[in-house]
């Protein structure tokens, strides 16, 4: 089946730092993906949808500046949390649509789990 | 946009009980239904998804139901096992013609089997 890599799959980081995490479609073009935070027992907000050779849409609340997305190729989305603090201290996802055919199933990489100290 | 409210947020049972886990959803455009089951720690898998065009759908232990008049729709696991102890999502999201879509998610419902 499709698989979504996802890495690194747990970072912990200065406050001030920058983290970068990068999700990729390993058997099918995704052009538009997916990045979501978790928090403990809750459920998986989405934060912006990536978007191949464009600019990300975020959604309500979630500032573009702090985290930057890029997805540069049909496989590939960045997620990038600049000048992390503890209170971006959560569980990241990632996921991409495979479309092929009538599929259209979204699978979701391992996550990235990130403490800021 | 489009709302997910998913109910109960825990749900106990027996082995070989079953369990119903239930949402609405607020866009009448939504027109696929997928449930995602994810064990502490790891990814989310899809175990069943269903699409407008269908009421019920099945696959062994597993169904889903659908009412788009009243924009709910339901997991049903029979005869239960520890196994299937995990969260459960549910969500929700226009296709194909809407890619960038995302899905929406339900709060989760942690379901416990006690054998």
């Known amino acids: 089946g499709a698989v979504v890599s996802q890495h690194p799959s747990r970072v912990i980081c200065k406050s001030g730092t920058s983290v970068k995490i990068e999700c990729r479609s390993l058997?099918?073009?995704?052009?538009?993906m997916f990045w979501y935070r978790q928090f403990p027992k809750q459920s998986l907000m989405l934060m912006a949808t990536?978007?191949?050779?464009?600019?990300?849409?975020?959604e309500q609340g979630v500032e573009k500046d702090k985290f930057l997305i890029n997805h540069a190729s049909l496989t590939l989305s960045t997620l990038t949390v600049t000048s992390a603090h503890p209170e971006d201290s959560s569980f990241y996802i990632c996921?991409?649509?495979?479309?092929?055919?009538?599929?259209?199933?979204?699978?979701f990489g391992a996550g990235t789990r990130l403490s800021v100290l | 946009g489009e709302n997910v409210e998913q109910h109960p947020s825990t749900l106990s049972v027996q082995e070989g009980d079953s369990a119903v886990i239930k949402c609405t959803y607020s866009?009448?455009?939504?027109?696929?239904f997928p449930w995602y089951k994810q064990e502490l720690g790891k990814r989310p898998q899809l175990i069943i998804d269903?699409?407008?065009?269908?009421g019920e759908k099945k696959d062994q232990r597993i169904a889903v139901t659908l009412n788009k008049t009243a924009k709910h729709f339901s997991l049903h696991i029979t005869e239960t096992q520890p196994e299937d102890s995990a969260v459960y999502f549910c969500?929700?999201?226009?296709?194909?013609?809407?890619?960038?879509?995302?899905?929406?998610f339900g709060k989760g419902t942690t379901l416990s089997v006690s054998s």
């Open positions: 866009d009448s455009a939504s027109n696929y």
């Open positions: 269903i699409r407008s065009n269908v």
């Open positions: 990536s978007n191949e050779g464009s600019k990300a849409t975020y």
């Open positions: 058997d099918f073009q995704a052009t538009t």
């Open positions: 969500a929700a999201r226009m296709l194909p013609n809407q890619a960038g879509t995302a899905l929406i």
């Open positions: 996921s991409a649509r495979d479309g092929r055919g009538t599929k259209n199933i979204q699978y």
